[in-house]
């Protein structure tokens, strides 16, 4: 199959969608990025990148206008914090963006379409224990997906089936379980686990003040797969011929209490855990990846540790420069208190 062209990445101003517009560029293609917004965190490589509101069918014409592979990333999203708590906003804004991106894309005859689903749609019910059994992609039905989000990916990834069963267009259909790494939301509310506790534990260190929050006890599960891997599937996965759903994540499980560890030994400090309550999702939550390997013959080969001293540096600079920032205000504010007394 040929491999260059002209590709299109929605969710470019975003964190996974980012990286992938420069892993694209490098493997020679012509790239269309197209976002709500730049990316917050350094330029992107695209070659063109459009500001477009992608819930508007018309957007999503002009977005797919001339490409030949779509990958569809853009979505309004966040970690738990976020998404238990905005069902509506979510499955209202991100059923319109599929919808139409995925029919602009048949309309204007794109050769090959990714769409980004999430380990989300997986049944609440087959993850009530820490200790989970790994899911299966057939794990997914009988559906019982987590909070609308993963309704909304459930919904779309069907919409892709049929789309390539009714009109032929060769879709791809990923499950990510937990990406991270540098240039991702990191505080505000919609950033995940692995960015927080990486921000949270750089605050511990560059101010002294050893306590992090964990939301529970710390003893939910997850496993958690490096950004790079996650680009390099993707794009696996594009070149291949495969059209049902597949797991992208590592299978390695561990806890929040485990993660927040691992970080804080990366940062050379001390931290005292303080358990407050919070959204946690489901207890547990690992991938299978039989069939990943079976498919693609390949499965991500980052280690945790790796990734997360890679994301942590980034995002210690990050707390760093903001801490520097809010002394720079205050000494001004000071400043100007005293010019006003005297
Ligand atoms: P992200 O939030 O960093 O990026 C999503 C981008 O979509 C944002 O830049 C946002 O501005 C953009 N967007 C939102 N609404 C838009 C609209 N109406 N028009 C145009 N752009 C819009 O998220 P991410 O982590 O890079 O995730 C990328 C994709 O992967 C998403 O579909 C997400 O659901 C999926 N996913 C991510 C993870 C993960 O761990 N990061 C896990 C499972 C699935």
């Known amino acids: 199959m040929e491999k260059q062209g002209k590709a299109l990445v929605t969710g470019a101003g975003g964190f996974i969608g980012h990286h992938l517009v420069t892993y694209l560029k490098k493997q020679g293609y012509w790239v269309r990025g197209v976002d709500l917004k730049l990316p917050e965190y350094g330029q992107s490589d695209a070659d063109d990148f459009l500001v477009l509101d992608l819930r508007r069918w018309e957007s999503c014409l002009q977005a797919t206008e001339g490409v030949n592979d779509v990958y569809a990333l853009a979505a309004d999203m966040g970690g738990m914090g976020f998404i238990s708590s905005h069902h509506a906003q979510i499955l209202h804004n991100n059923a319109l963006i599929n919808i139409h ?14 769409y980004t689903s999430s380990a989300c749609v997986y049944p609440e019910y087959r993850q009530t224990e820490a200790n989970v059994i790994p899911l299966k992609e057939e794990d997914a039905y009988p559906a019982a997906p987590q909070d ?83 680009v390099t599937g993707i794009y696996k996965l594009m070149c291949s011929d495969y059209t049902e759903p597949l797991n992208l994540g590592q299978d390695r499980l561990v806890t929040i209490n485990e993660l927040a560890d691992i970080v804080a030994n990366i940062a050379g400090v001390k931290i005292v855990k303080k358990h407050v309550p919070g959204p946690q999702g489901v207890r547990g939550r690992n991938s299978d990846n039989t069939r990943l390997r079976q498919v693609l013959g390949w499965e991500p080969e980052i280690s945790l540790e790796e990734g997360l001293a890679r994301t942590y540096a980034w995002i210690e600079r990050q707390v760093a420069a903001k801490i520097q920032h809010t002394e720079r205000e205050l000494t001004l504010a000071r400043m100007g208190e005293t010019v006003a007394l005297s």
Do not use: M
């Not at 991106?101 to 990714?114: K, P, Q, S």
């Not at 379980?177 to 990486?198: D, M, Q, S, V, Y």
């Not at 260190?205 to 929050?213: A, M």
């Open 101 to 114: 991106t995925l029919d602009a894309a048949r309309e204007n005859g794109v050769r090959r379409y990714f």
């Open 148 to 230: 609308a989000y993963g309704w909304e990916k459930l919904i779309v990834e069907r919409l892709c089936h049929h789309y390539h069963e009714d009109y032929g267009l060769a879709t791809r259909i990923v499950r990510f379980h937990n990406i991270f790494g540098p240039l991702g939301t990191w505080e505000g509310g919609r950033e995940k686990a692995p960015a927080a506790i990486c921000r949270k534990v750089a605050f511990a260190k560059l101010t002294g003040d050893p306590e992090i929050e964990i939301w529970g006890d710390g003893e939910q599960t997850r496993s958690f797969c490096y950004v790079d891997d996650c």
